[in-house]
């Protein structure tokens, strides 16, 4: 039998959502320095902060139906004494923690678009945190739930009593957990997380999308914050991305801080192939990521403008992000309950 049009449609579909499980499970963000909890869940409260974040992302501006991300985070520590410095000084940034607490909750919804296929999530994240010394050694975990969408209406389909697509379920739910460790002191931080841990089955219909699964992801990210003078830092990181299918990514970043009001800096991407090496060389998917931002008293402002290598960059003038952030200290947060821990 011939295939028709409609089930031609579908199952270019369902191979995007294979695609997109095994090369972005999870929302690609240039900021994510800024906001490290969206990667890890043990960075849940781990600087003593109750903070909302808002990450905007519009990517390949000028295409039609081009991914956007949405995702807003919220993350706290329960303390019995903060150990956060009033002060902006770079230097002393190292306070005691002698009185913190060390339970950590945060969560966070999102929302990715991709033409036709959406997906919308919401997680839920423990961190316990250890102070060893000058230093803090952070542990956490997270269970998320994400809900995969098919707009039907959004398909060019010949049929629209077509078996194939009634059969086919425009929306499908899908569970799984994310484990993470952090450890971070003055001037190091770095991470390690498992992302998709249990590999949970995504499943359209008994057929087409049967076997398709989320891939277990591993993520290493670390930096160091090195002073040049009193008012003025440094800050190379990197963030490695393999999934169980030797899918590699590489981000390397280096930021310049001023009092810690004001920051610039910029990020080399490599694409999503099976060797960093030749899509580092041969710059094949790769994007190159200018970022500025600032600080007004406990708000903060970022953006970052990805340039992309590939051959879809003739049809593009690149991708935007928008971070906005507010941060509230101890005194905003002692109340009496906390004392239980």
Do not use: C
Not at 11 to 19: E, F, N, P
Not at 27 to 40: C, H, K, T, V
Not at 326 to 336: E, L, N, T
């Amino acid at each position: 039998m011939k295939i028709s049009h409609i089930k031609k449609t579908l199952i270019v579909t369902v191979v995007l959502i294979s695609v997109n499980a095994k090369a972005q499970q999870f929302p690609i963000y240039s900021q994510y320095m800024m906001n490290g909890f969206l990667l890890n869940p043990a960075v849940a409260g781990h600087e003593g902060y109750t903070s909302v974040n808002l990450t905007v992302r519009e990517q390949w501006l000028g295409l039609k139906d081009a991914p956007s991300t949405y995702a807003l985070s919220g993350q706290t520590r329960l303390l019995k004494n903060s150990y956060i410095s009033r002060s902006r000084s770079v230097k002393k940034r190292d306070r005691a923690m002698s009185r913190s607490g060390r339970v950590g909750f945060g969560g966070y919804i999102f929302k990715d678009s991709n033409g036709a296929l959406s997906r919308t999530g919401i997680s839920g994240a423990y961190g316990y945190h250890l102070t060893l010394r000058r230093s803090q050694l952070s542990l956490g975990a997270s269970l998320s739930t994400f809900q995969y969408k098919i707009d039907k209406a959004e398909l060019n389909v010949e049929d629209e009593n077509d078996r194939l697509l009634l059969e086919t379920d425009s929306k499908a739910f899908i569970t799984d957990a994310n484990f993470g460790a952090y450890y971070s002191d003055r001037n190091i931080y770095a991470g390690f997380s498992i992302q998709n841990i249990f590999e949970s089955l995504l499943k359209l219909n008994n057929r087409e999308g049967a076997g398709f699964k989320l891939e277990r992801h591993y993520l290493l990210m670390a930096g160091y914050r090195y002073d040049l003078i009193d008012f003025l830092f440094i800050e190379p990181s990197f963030l490695l991305k393999i999934s169980e299918k030797s899918f590699t990514q590489l981000d390397t970043n280096i930021k310049f801080y001023f009092k810690e009001d004001y920051w610039g800096g910029i990020s080399y991407r490599t694409g999503s192939g099976s060797r960093v090496a030749q899509e580092s060389i041969s710059g094949r998917g790769s994007s190159l990521i200018i970022m500025a931002g600032a600080r007004v008293d406990k708000y903060y402002f970022g953006y970052a403008f990805d340039y992309t290598f590939s051959s879809i960059s003739s049809k593009t003038i690149g991708s935007h992000e928008l971070m906005l952030a507010v941060k509230f200290g101890d005194s905003a947060r002692r109340y009496r309950w906390l004392n239980r821990y």
